[in-house]
């Protein structure tokens, strides 16, 4: 037995709540597989959306580059305008430079052995810097690129781009190409596949003008003020856009998200997952409330305060929110885990795990509102009437 | 000399409007005083529950007025309407209304907890309706004179001065029924509550110490 003075609500609210939800278990079980449901639904459409956000920076966040100096007025990574290489050489004679390099970034087309073409987007890196360039290599050696024509691509593309091994001679742009290198998990954000190559290899590949390039990527003195270093690239450079990394890939993010519209249809299908969790959720709860009525008008009647009421729904919420998110978010780790392996990535990072919580709490108790509504709409008289 | 338990005046109540009208209640004086049971009779119908939810404050009356312990409800909201139910008042019912979910003891505990009082003392009110080995049975493991031993238990948490019982005999056996008259007739005398029952069952009124009879919405002479 329980002893002691306690203050209304502090405990028998949460008991109440408790007790109604755990009385009848087939409820409560389908209570929680509606909550882990609409959860699992919420994390994939959010994951879906971080993911997307994500591959589209993916080259931007894995180069180890402090600025990027582009073609003036270029919107993304991925489609940009030639620029001199002359901008490369004006770029080392800044002061605070350490060090600059040009990268290639070309739209491509892949013949693949059996016949039918695949855009891919080719990227030439200098493999003796080591700024940019293939990352979670898993068959060949970054070394395997030096070989003239030599390209990598990942895993998760060697099925649409019909091959199936490494050492697969390719055709691209009507030049023999040979795969000597898989990685995994750099997906592309666009339809075509990331394929790298030594920067000599993409230039012949590509067949791009020797004097021109996309990008001219660069590392700073580790005593250079960024911003100072990036003003003075500009004044340099005045037929380029020059940025730091993390405002590069911020404007590359936002270009493909929100300009082309189709960050926003992510968006829309998160809220969408959003709503439709809320009515899953706020439906069981519901109904719940409903089963238990006769109980709220005895407390009505008995003249508990409306906060006591309140309270064991509200308790009903944060239980039903802990015990089915819980579950909820592991079975979203474990789907997103999966998703490593395939073209369309979901990604749910660990800080969004409390994220996700946070969510189906504020859901839970969105949920709820209207099982209070109801719960207070009742009659206390009605106890008599029974 | 101390105002009444419960009193009313010229109380009347009608429920629905224009032709669907009907009138439960027809200006009816009524006083209940501490230290006494009484039973509320008549016919189905007849307004008897419609009068004890007036004096429990779950109904607002048509007309007339009624004071519990000498204060007048008129004026009064909802919530202090509640909080008079809940200082003031025990409630049982013909169905005794406990929560499934919860054992006898907590049952008990939740009234307390509402009226701010220790939660020990559920055991206490148990063993005063003779239940003191079923703290921990569930409702649906208790006899339903059991139950509604229980549901009286419930009724005294907090000592309220005035109890209101709706047909707490009616789902009883004859034995068992006499049993629960009798503890309510014990609480009216020996400890000096206001005990109004409503009930068809002439046991109660052979304990109780009036019967008031009601017939069409009036006290009858």
Known sequence: MTGGRSHWGAGMAGLLAWRNLAHDRSRFVVTLVGIIFAVVLIAMQMGLFLGFSDSTTTIINHTRADFWIVGKGSQNFEVTLPISERELYLARSVPGVAQAEALLVQFMLWKKPDGGNESIILL??????????????????????RRPDAVMTDRVYMDKLGVGRVGTQVE???????????????????????????????????????????????????????????????????????YLSADFAARTRDYWMFTTGAGASVLMSAVLGLLVGVVIVAQVLYATTVDHLPEFGTLRAMGAPRAFIYKVILSQAVISATLGGLPGIAVSLMIAKGSEFSAAAILVPPRWTVVLYVITLVMCILASVASIRKAMSIDPAMVFQR | MSAPALETRGLSMVYGTGDTAVRALDAVDFQASAGEILALMGPSGSGKTTLLMLLGCLLHPTAGAVWVE??????????????????????????????????????????????????????????????????RNYPRQLSGGEKQRVAIARALAGDPPILLADEPTAALD?????????????????????????????????????VVRIEDGRIGL
């Open chain 2, 70 to 135: 000498g204060q007048p409800l008129a004026g009064l909201s909802n919530h202090e309407l509640a909080q008079l139910r809940l200082r003031r008042m025990g409630f049982i019912f013909q169905s005794y209304n406990l929560f499934p979910a919860l054992t006898a003891a907590e049952n008990i505990q939740v009234a307390l907890e509402l009226k701010g009082r220790d939660l020990g003392e559920a055991a206490e009110l148990l063993d005063r309706v003779g239940l003191r080995g079923r703290l």
């Open chain 1, 124 to 145: 030439g890196s200098d493999l003796n810097t080591g700024l940019a360039g293939p990352w979670h290599i898993v068959e060949g050696r970054l070394e395997d690129l």
């Open chain 1, 172 to 242: 691209i742009n009507n030049r023999r190409a040979l795969l000597v290198g898989v990685t995994q998990g750099i997906r592309s954000f666009t339809t075509s596949p990331w394929v790298f190559a030594s920067y000599r290899s993409a230039q012949h590949l590509s067949g791009f003008a020797d004097d021109k390039t996309n990008y001219v990527i660069g590392r700073l003195r580790p005593d250079a003020d960024p911003t100072q270093v990036r003003d003075a690239l500009a004044r340099i450079l005045p037929r380029t856009d020059v």
């Open chain 2, 174 to 210: 004859s034995v068992t029924g006499r049993t629960v008259v009798k503890l309510l007739a014990d609480l009216a005398h020996e400890q000096g509550r206001a005990v109004v029952v409503v009930t068809h069952d002439p046991r109660v009124g052979e304990l109780a110490d009036r």
